[in-house]
C-alpha cells in the first residue's frame, strides 16, 4: 500500500544509502559520501549555524520474517512466525525493535540493523545553516564547515534540504539543512544484492 517512492525510500533506508532524482530525472541510490565534497567556512560562505545534538539515541535493532539462511534457498520467500535472526541482540531495556516483511535472512536482518543504528545516531546531530547564495549546494552533497561556533562539533555533513532565495531587488542566499555523515561501515554493498530485486 505504499507509493514508489516511499518503498525506494525504504529500501534506501535499510541499505543505508540515500535516494535522489538527478538533474537528468533519473532516480539514483547510492551509498552516501563520507569524505566531504565542498569546504565552507561559517563567516565567510556562511552567515548563521545552528545545530542540535542528542547524544543518547535510541538503540535498533531490524527484525525480518523469513526461514532462510540466503537470499536464493527455495524458501526465501516464505513466512515465518519467528524474527529473523533468532538470535536478534536483545539492545537493552531501550532498545527498539522494527519489524521489516522484507527482511528474509539472517545476514540481512543484521546488515540493516547496523545500517538503521548508524542512520539514526547521525539524525540525532542535525545542523541548519544560510549565508550567501550557494547555486552549486544540492541535497545528497557532504561538506565540511570549518571555524564553526563553539559548542557545534566538526565533521562531515550531509546536506538535505537546500533553499536557494532571489528576491527582486538581487539580494540573494541559501539555507540548508543538514546530519551529521559520520562514517558507517560498508553496509550498503552486502545489502544491495540482497534487496535490488524488489525494486
Not at 90 to 103: C, H, P, S
Amino acid at each position: 500500500r505504499r507509493t514508489g517512492v516511499e518503498h525506494v525510500a525504504r529500501l534506501a533506508m535499510l541499505g543505508g544509502a540515500i535516494a535522489f532524482v538527478d538533474g537528468d530525472g533519473t532516480l539514483v541510490v547510492q551509498q552516501a559520501a563520507t569524505r566531504p565534497e565542498i569546504a565552507l567556512r561559517y563567516g565567510r560562505e556562511l552567515m548563521s549555524c545552528d545545530a542540535t545534538d542528542a547524544m543518547a539515541a535510541t538503540p535498533r535493532a531490524v527484525v525480518g520474517a523469513g526461514p532462510a539462511g540466503a537470499p536464493d534457498a527455495p524458501n526465501a520467500l516464505l513466512q515465518t512466525l519467528t524474527v529473523v535472526p533468532e538470535d536478534a541482540p536483545a539492545g537493552g531495556a531501550k532498545a527498539v525493535r522494527e519489524g521489516n516483511t522484507l527482511i528474509r535472512t539472517p545476514g540481512v536482518a543484521k546488515a540493516a540493523s547496523a545500517a538503521r543504528g548508524a542512520w539514526v545516531a547521525n539524525d540525532a546531530v542535525r545542523l541548519s545553516a544560510s549565508g550567501f547564495l550557494l547555486p552549486a549546494l544540492r541535497p545528497g552533497m557532504v561538506l565540511e564547515i570549518q571555524d564553526l561556533p563553539d559548542g557545534i562539533r566538526g565533521g562531515a555533513w550531509l546536506v538535505e534540504r537546500v533553499i536557494h532565495r532571489i528576491a527582486p531587488d538581487g539580494a540573494a542566499g541559501t539555507s540548508f539543512e543538514a546530519r551529521s555523515a559520520a562514517p558507517p561501515t560498508d553496509l550498503f554493498g552486502a545489502l544491495l544484492g540482497a534487496i535490488g530485486g524488489l525494486l
